[in-house]
């Protein structure tokens, strides 16, 4: 009996060589609509799924292989006396090889000015049922869903006169994957059009971007995926000009730099240790903000990753090229920049586009059996209702001082202080277990530089020691959600020192 194989694709890189591949091998090649045309014009002979149904398309293309003359091919098992008996009466014939990929949804809903109705006629039918049921059937069928495994399905044909079973259910499990990635972004679309906020069950998808030496430390193994039609503002998107591979610590602790960067319209530098800001500068160029990242602590910053949100220039560069960095993200890089940046063998330097920062996608934070799933903070200081709780206001180099904080501080581990002038971070605690302990660190890193400067806090103070120990180290204004029980005594206390203190009505907790 003549095998058959059912080839229906739209990507049609590679099909028409395996097409002929198969046909070289005895196959009888059966396919529809646009890869029939292009398997006839290469001057193959091709039968129509139409004169296999004996039923003509319907329904604009909607329904062609949707009959038992295909599924029967396709489900049958072969070496099933009674699944036979079945195919003989019916005369049908089974299909060994099928060779599908879907309509491109994931291409279509990515337009711009993509409507409804195109998106939904993009959702494909057929092409996953045939999938499914050959699938399942591997024990039979050998199903192919993407050009990467022509060459390794013609060449074990040519060698052993069929596909290994090895070979056709690693095959299979790419099928499953293939159609759940698929059913999920078309689940995502739907839920969005119908405006689902929490759905009943939650499927998301990813692709593997790259495999990872290992995760956070060489004993834990780890691969980086990246969500299809994700922000292009993104490390997943990043482009990569120079360097080493990224590590699983280098991409978080890029992401983190990315997400503060990002905060300021000015020209901005942050350097980032561990997911959390070490130095942060503004100016009217990037080489004054780096500058002042960098002076604001030169023993951190060694190792760090430094985010930049304009064209890093030749004065940047050199200065950067004094220290040893993992990685430099920015827009773009002079082409002396590039230059004298790449003469850093391990350096990574990485382009993203601050043009195409897509709408916020949810957070999603794995636990042990399960994920929590949340909106980002975008919260910022132009959304909250800002009140002053002292009898002193803030002057306008305070104001100044405390909106560049806030930006800061959101991003800062809980719990939160960072200690700032109007241009720069001079002090940061990070992650601790109580307030006046963060601060405590934050005053001690700035030093004398506190003097003058102002102090943010991630969450509101409990109790009146972190303003005693602010007004101490000469902080003149604090820029707090506010909210406890106890905020008189916070009040009280700024009042006695003669500090300016501002509430936002919001935190920022980092966990």
Sequence with gaps: MTKRALISVSDKNGVVEFAKGLAELGFEIISTGGTKKALEESGLPVVSVSEVTGFPEILEGRVKTLNPYVHGGLLAKFSDESHQAQLKEHNIQPIHVVCVNLYPFAQTIAKPDVSVEDAIENIDIGGPAMLRASAKNHEYVTVVVEPADYDVVLAELKTAGEVGKET??????????????YDAMIAEYMTDLAGEETPEKLTVTYELKQSLRYGENPHQKAAFYRKPLGSAFSIANAAQLHGKELSYNNINDADAALQIVKEFKEPAAVAVKHMNPCGVGTGDSVFTAFTKAFEADPVSIFGGIIAFNREVDKATAE???EIFLE?????????????????????RLLTVPFDQVNKPEQKLTSIEGGLLVQDQDRFTYENAEISVATKREPTDEEWKALQFGWRIVKHVKSNAIVVNNSEMTLGVGAGQMNRVGAAKIALEQA??????AVLASDAFFPMNDTVEAAAKAGITAIIQPGGSIRDEDSIKKA????????FTGVRHFKH
């Design 168 to 181: 056709r259910r690693r095959l299979a499990a790419k099928v499953f994957r293939h159609t759940a990635a």
């Design 319 to 321: 200065k950067l090229h």
């Design 327 to 347: 990685i430099v993200i920015a827009p773009s890089f002079s082409q002396v920049a590039l230059d004298i940046l790449t003469g850093k063998k391990n350096l």
């Design 447 to 452: 030093g004398e530089r506190a003097v003058g």
């Design 495 to 502: 009042d006695e020192y003669g500090i300016a203190m501002v």
